[in-house]
């Protein structure tokens, strides 16, 4: 039972991102509690509301930035509703961290490129966060980061940290606006879907790794560009934290093929995602 058992933590700020996105900053009632956590970047976590459910979410925050654990919550059902309904000073619960990790140490001295899309820079900002802090043991980064549209976009107030980072090239898009709308009121940055951007700025793939994550068809369509571009399977890494139900592989909603994405992800290689079943 203690596998289930949650730890309590306390709402210290909640920061709106879009419309149906806000991030929770939480602090653990227990001191004990927050001298002992640890965890990597890409590592998740399954909070809940106390009474009414539980979901899985990325532990969004860097290691290095470790003031607050962090969840950014997108609204799409009854537990996720909770969540944007309770107040700072709520308290929730919290088992975690599980899962796998990006390897950060393995990719010392090698240029990053993170490719997100609307809420899947939720995981990725994990670890962007741990290479700008870690600035000096890693080459150039590349952030291509899109959304629907303008007011889609999540971490407004971190995007310029972003721009004036070292040797950081940032490239903001939203997608075409609709036929309606003609043109997004105020938006000046670039339009066009995430793949494409990605393609028209082209990274080098040598000594390179590419952090993806976004929804499905952005996926699909960004592993074809990044194989276009000549990144090997291998330095094509993903996170698959929305597959997960109970976090620690007993429930086996996780299951895919021979694996359990609970406890051998939520962090995968192309190479490894290519094993995978046909349907997956």
């Known amino acids: 039972m203690e596998d289930y058992r949650p730890k309590l933590m306390t709402v210290e700020k909640v920061r709106q991102e879009t419309p149906d996105v806000r991030t929770l900053f939480m602090k653990f009632n227990d001191g004990t509690e927050v001298k002992d956590f640890e965890y990597k970047p890409g590592q998740f976590m399954m909070l809940s509301v106390l009474g009414q459910g539980e979901c899985t979410f990325c532990l969004t925050q860097s290691p290095t930035r470790a003031e607050y654990i962090e969840a950014s919550i997108k609204l799409a059902g009854k537990v996720t509703e909770e969540f944007h309904n309770l107040n700072e000073g709520t308290v929730v619960g919290f088992r975690g961290p599980y899962g796998n990790f990006f390897d950060v140490e393995a990719w010392k001295g090698k240029n990053i490129v993170f490719v997100a899309g609307g809420i899947g820079m939720a995981p990725v900002r994990s670890v962007l966060n741990y290479v700008l802090d870690k600035r000096d043991d890693y080459g150039k980064m590349t952030i291509v980061y899109g959304s629907r549209s303008p007011e889609d976009l999540s971490y407004k107030e971190e995007h310029e940290e972003w721009r004036k980072a070292k040797d950081c090239d940032v490239h903001i898009t939203v997608d075409p606006a609709p036929k309606s709308v003609g043109k997004w009121p105020g938006w000046e940055g670039p339009v066009g879907f995430v793949p494409t951007i990605l393609e028209d700025v082209a990274p080098s793939s040598k000594d390179t790794v590419c952090v993806v994550c976004g929804p499905p068809i952005m996926i699909k369509f960004t592993l074809q560009v990044l194989t276009k571009l000549g990144f090997k399977d291998d330095d094509i890494i993903t996170t698959l934290e929305n597959r997960m139900q109970c976090g620690i592989g007993k ?22 995602l290519k094993e995978l079943p046909d349907d997956f």
């Open 251 to 272: 429930c086996g909603r996780c299951n895919v093929g021979r694996i359990y994405v609970c406890k051998d992800g939520p962090v995968f290689t192309n190479t490894q």
